[in-house]
Each structure stands twice: as C-alpha cells, then as structure tokens.
C-alpha cells in the first residue's frame, strides 16, 4: 500500500516562506506526475502546482513568482517552496502522485492526508 505523507505545514505570518514536503512511503515501482493541490475552508480543492517526472512544471498562474515545485526523483520526494505567503493562501495543501505500485500494475493515483498552512496578517 503506498501512502503519500506531507510534512512542513504551520503558520507563519504574511511574508513568511515555507517549504512543504511530500513522501511516499510502502512499495511503489515508478511515480510519474506528482502535484501540490490546496483547499481553503469553504473552497473547492484546486491545482496549485505539477511536476512530471522528465521535471517540466506547472505552477497556478495566480501562484507563479512565488511558489516553485520540484521534486528529487532519487527518493521520490516533492517539494513546494512558497514565498511571500499571503492569509489568502491559508489551506490544506495536498500532495497527489501517480504510482505505479508494481511492474505488473496499472497507474493510480494517490492522496496524502495534507497540510495545513496557516499565514497570519
């Protein structure tokens, strides 16, 4: 069972940087696309940012200059940088993978349980 776990959440006040991380954990064979997805209370989940695995990004076009994606395809690891974070991006931020558990086995795709970030004004 692969099980997608984010750490780096907090809070921090407006200004602030933090950088999220996201690992998978179990037996997994290959990741493709992995992305960062967020919720705001009351909001629907929405994209933040994406990453293949050749490294070529997507980021939000309301989010770019100040979060960057990227991903360590050694341990599998993603990250989400955020800089000058605002009280508007106060959220669960979400990690989301493509996994392909096993040679034999067809792509899934997997959630973490998230993270909360909280920015203060």
């Known amino acids: 069972q692969v099980q997608l776990v984010e750490s780096g959440g907090g809070l921090v006040q407006a200004g602030g940087s933090l950088r999220l991380s996201c690992t998978p954990r179990g037996s997994l064979y290959k990741i493709e696309d992995m992305a960062w997805y967020r919720q705001a209370p009351g909001k629907q989940r929405e994209l933040v940012a994406s990453?293949?695995?050749?490294?070529?990004?997507n980021v939000a076009a309301s989010l770019k200059g100040r979060f960057t994606i990227s991903r360590d395809n050694t341990w599998n690891t993603m990250y989400l940088q955020m800089n000058t974070l605002k009280p508007e991006d106060t959220a669960i931020y979400y990690c989301?993978?493509?996994?392909?558990?096993?040679?034999?086995?067809?792509?899934?795709?997997?959630w973490g349980r998230g993270t909360q970030v909280t920015v203060s004004s």
């Open positions: 989301n993978a493509n996994v392909q558990p096993l040679p034999w086995t067809t792509f899934q795709a997997f």
């Open positions: 990453i293949r695995r050749d490294g070529n990004t």
